[in-house]
């Protein structure tokens, strides 16, 4: 009986502790790796009664680290202890080890590093980087070593450890390659087998048998001889020789034949379809010799003509001399055919020919003067005679003035500028003396069938019948902006401006101050007027004489008192010009703009 109770005690001891058991929370523990394939948490997700002490141990796979916990737990502790006392989601987080990248250079250049597969500042494992060598100035990329091998440039590479990479650069050898076309030979100074970036080289032509330097083709450029250069590459070049007469070039619109003496001038007869320029004032005295005395030989003929340029370059040609009063077309250029004459100036000339005969030119075909000017004596006992120019067909005068002595005997179309002017003349103008016993004598042409544009002459002109200041026979020429200013003196048709204008010839804003002097069919302005002309003036008190037309078609011409034609006061009494573009005044008579230049 009395074992009873201890058995009972025991019984309900064992069942309370049971029942105490089976109240007991249980929680679950949730690992993760990010990223997935960084490395391992130990232990792994699992279930713990409450309070349990939980050791969560991150491990690292290869080429990682560990960088935190994340979630229900956090800082970087490893191993980390947690009690369960919930349920848990905890992950390690994981980042790619960095390794250094080492970059070595031998020469002279540098290497750009740049991250194909991301951007950052590090290159953690498994980070693609672009290496792209690029060599200084004068050096060249030859190849790599170390972690990177070849030549391929550029070229990627993986980091997976510390790496280190060389990059070789070796200076570059330039070679000189230089020979002539022509006889002669080529000095280097320094003269060695190569030559390195930045070094300075003088390279010379040395030529031979009268062979002249003209310029250089290739790598080199120009007509500098010695030329001096700076190394940055291979030269290969070629010196372009010439065995011409003359002081250099070659004739081409390029390297046009360089001129200095007045037998290189003369020479311009072998050479009509050739380019020139003139580089010396010249003394052509010596030709009042030549020839038997028949001196300088004009350049080009109605056969050969010149066809060619010539660029004096402002350098003077003086004491030309020209005696062949038998031959047609003469001039410094006797015939020029679609040919630029250009910034010439012929002083003290002495030109006597035939027809067709100038300072400058006997005859133009298409060919353009520009900036040309001669001063001297011109004669001749044929037609179509000028200071400048005898004829002027569909050519071009611009910017050119004569100061000659022109006459003729017994023959007709005498200009101070040119004689017989079927081209343009524009902005140019003469002075002198133009005289002739036949008919159409000029200040400035002879006889215009086409344009005077912004030319004016101040001449004294003397002549017989059609004697003009400016023009003595415009036939259908047109006359236009322009003046003159000398004194006129002739028998029949006399006028300050134009002798005769007929055949629709137009004279329009231009004006005559002129002395006039004649017989018949005399005016200020026009002496004999076939046409219409307009918004044009004449100054009676000047010219002597009582009308601005001598005889025929008055309309168009106002005439005016000197003070009313000078001074401020021109500019309300002649309103029809234009005083803003053309025209501007002075203390004196108005004049052209372009004069003022």
Request: net charge negative.
């Given at each position: 009986?009395?074992?009873?109770?201890?058995?009972?005690?025991?019984?309900?001891?064992?069942?309370?502790?049971?029942?105490?058991?089976?109240?007991?929370?249980?929680?679950?523990?949730?690992?993760?790796?990010?990223?997935?394939?960084?490395?391992?948490?130990?232990?792994?997700?699992?279930?713990?009664?409450?309070?349990?002490?939980?050791?969560?141990?991150?491990?690292?796979?290869?080429?990682?680290?560990?960088?935190?916990?994340?979630?229900?737990?956090?800082?970087?502790?490893?191993?980390?202890?947690?009690?369960?006392?919930?349920?848990?989601?905890?992950?390690?987080?994981?980042?790619?080890?960095?390794?250094?990248?080492?970059?070595?250079?031998?020469?002279e250049g540098h290497v750009e590093e740049e991250i194909i597969q991301q951007?950052?500042?590090?290159?953690?494992?498994?980070?693609?980087?672009?290496?792209?060598?690029?060599?200084?100035?004068?050096?060249?990329?030859?190849?790599?070593?170390?972690?990177?091998?070849?030549?391929?440039?550029?070229?990627?590479?993986?980091?997976?450890?510390?790496?280190?990479?060389?990059?070789?650069?070796?200076?570059?050898?330039?070679?000189?390659?230089?020979?002539?076309?022509?006889?002669?030979?080529?000095?280097?100074?320094?003269?060695?087998?190569?030559?390195?970036?930045?070094?300075?080289?003088?390279?010379?032509?040395?030529?031979?048998?009268?062979?002249?330097?003209?310029?250089?083709?290739?790598?080199?450029?120009?007509?500098?001889?010695?030329?001096?250069?700076?190394?940055?590459?291979?030269i290969n070049a070629i010196a372009v020789l010439d065995n011409s007469p003359?002081?250099?070039?070659?004739?081409?619109?390029?390297?046009?034949?360089?001129?200095?003496?007045?037998?290189?001038?003369?020479?311009?007869?072998?050479?009509?379809?050739?380019?020139?320029?003139?580089?010396?004032?010249?003394?052509?005295?010596?030709?009042?010799?030549?020839?038997?005395?028949?001196?300088?030989?004009?350049?080009?003929?109605?056969?050969?003509?010149?066809?060619?340029?010539?660029?004096?370059?402002?350098?003077?040609?003086?004491?030309?001399?020209?005696?062949?009063?038998?031959?047609?077309?003469?001039?410094?250029?006797?015939?020029?055919?679609?040919?630029?004459?250009?910034?010439?100036?012929?002083?003290?000339?002495?030109?006597?020919?035939?027809?067709?005969?100038?300072?400058?030119?006997?005859?133009?075909?298409?060919?353009?003067?520009?900036?040309?000017?001669?001063?001297?004596?011109?004669?001749?006992?044929?037609?179509?005679?000028?200071?400048?120019?005898?004829?002027?067909?569909?050519?071009?005068?611009?910017?050119?003035?004569?100061?000659?002595?022109?006459?003729?005997?017994?023959?007709?179309?005498?200009?101070?500028?040119?004689?017989?002017?079927?081209?343009?003349?524009?902005?140019?103008?003469?002075?002198?003396?133009?005289?002739?016993?036949?008919?159409?004598?000029?200040?400035?042409?002879?006889?215009?069938?086409?344009?005077?544009?912004?030319?004016?002459?101040?001449?004294?002109?003397?002549?017989?019948?059609?004697?003009?200041?400016?023009?003595?026979?415009?036939?259908?020429?047109?006359?236009?902006?322009?003046?003159?200013?000398?004194?006129?003196?002739?028998?029949?048709?006399?006028?300050?401006?134009?002798?005769?204008?007929?055949?629709?010839?137009?004279?329009?804003?231009?004006?005559?101050?002129?002395?006039?002097?004649?017989?018949?069919?005399?005016?200020?302005?026009?002496?004999?007027?076939?046409?219409?002309?307009?918004?044009?003036?004449?100054?009676?008190?000047?010219?002597?004489?009582?009308?601005?037309?001598?005889?025929?078609?008055?309309?168009?011409?106002?005439?005016?008192?000197?003070?009313?034609?000078?001074?401020?006061?021109?500019?309300?009494?002649?309103?029809?010009?234009?005083?803003?573009?053309?025209?501007?005044?002075?203390?004196?008579?108005?004049?052209?703009?372009?004069?003022?230049?």
């Amino acid at each position: 009986m009395r074992k009873l109770p201890v058995l009972f005690l025991l019984l309900s001891l064992f069942l309370f502790t049971q029942c105490s058991t089976e109240n007991t929370p249980i929680y679950s523990l949730t690992t993760n790796v990010n990223p997935s394939e960084a490395g391992s948490i130990n232990p792994s997700s699992g279930e713990y009664d409450e309070g349990t002490e939980v050791e969560l141990m991150a491990s690292p796979n290869e080429h990682w680290i560990f960088n935190g916990w994340q979630g229900d737990h956090s800082g970087n502790q490893n191993p980390a202890s947690i009690v369960m006392d919930s349920d848990k989601s905890i992950t390690a987080q994981f980042i790619k080890r960095d390794y250094p990248l080492t970059i070595n250079v031998e020469g002279e250049g540098h290497v750009e590093e740049e991250i194909i597969q991301q951007k950052t500042t590090d290159y953690p494992h498994g980070t693609i980087v672009q290496l792209t060598a690029n060599p200084a100035e004068g050096w060249e990329f030859i190849e790599w070593s170390g972690h990177l091998d070849g030549s391929e440039n550029p070229q990627t590479i993986t980091i997976q450890d510390e790496t280190s990479v060389n990059a070789l650069f070796e200076e570059i050898k330039y070679s000189i390659d230089v020979n002539t076309e022509g006889e002669g030979s080529i000095n280097l100074n320094p003269n060695k087998d190569f030559y390195v970036y930045g070094d300075e080289v003088i390279i010379t032509v040395e030529t031979e048998n009268d062979w002249n330097f003209v310029h250089w083709k290739g790598d080199l450029e120009g007509t500098d001889n010695p030329q001096k250069i700076t190394i940055n590459q291979n030269i290969n070049a070629i010196a372009v020789l010439d065995n011409s007469p003359f002081d250099g070039g070659n004739g081409s619109e390029q390297y046009p034949y360089m001129i200095s003496t007045i037998y290189q001038l003369q020479e311009i007869i072998n050479y009509t379809n050739k380019h020139f320029i003139q580089i010396d004032d010249i003394n052509a005295d010596e030709t009042r010799e030549w020839n038997d005395g028949k001196g300088f030989q004009s350049i080009g003929d109605d056969i050969i003509r010149f066809r060619g340029s010539y660029d004096g370059r402002n350098f003077k040609i003086d004491q030309l001399y020209i005696d062949r009063e038998s031959e047609i077309h003469m001039g410094l250029f006797g015939f020029i055919d679609n040919a630029t004459i250009d910034n010439v100036i012929l002083t003290n000339a002495f030109v006597n020919g035939s027809s067709d005969s100038g300072g400058l030119i006997g005859q133009s075909e298409n060919g353009k003067v520009y900036n040309a000017h001669v001063s001297g004596i011109v004669k001749s006992n044929g037609v179509n005679v000028g200071g400048l120019m005898g004829r002027n067909r569909n050519g071009e005068i611009l910017f050119s003035s004569s100061n000659c002595d022109v006459s003729t005997s017994g023959f007709f179309r005498v200009g101070g500028l040119v004689g017989f002017n079927l081209g343009t003349i524009e902005n140019s103008f003469s002075n002198g003396k133009v005289s002739s016993d036949s008919p159409a004598v000029g200040g400035l042409v002879g006889l215009n069938w086409s344009l005077i544009k912004n030319s004016y002459s101040i001449a004294e002109v003397h002549g017989e019948e059609n004697v003009g200041g400016l023009v003595a026979i415009n036939s259908g020429g047109t006359i236009e902006n322009s003046y003159s200013h000398g004194t006129v003196h002739g028998y029949s048709e006399v006028g300050g401006l134009v002798g005769l204008n007929s055949n629709g010839g137009k004279v329009t804003t231009s004006m005559s101050v002129s002395e006039v002097i004649g017989q018949v069919d005399v005016g200020g302005l026009i002496g004999l007027n076939g046409e219409e002309v307009q918004k044009n003036y004449c100054d009676m008190v000047a010219s002597n004489q009582d009308n601005c037309i001598g005889r025929g078609i008055t309309e168009g011409v106002t005439g005016l008192t000197t003070t009313q034609m000078t001074g401020s006061s021109a500019q309300e009494n002649m309103a029809d010009f234009d005083w803003e573009t053309v025209w501007n005044t002075t203390s004196g008579y108005p004049i052209l703009r372009w004069q003022e230049e």
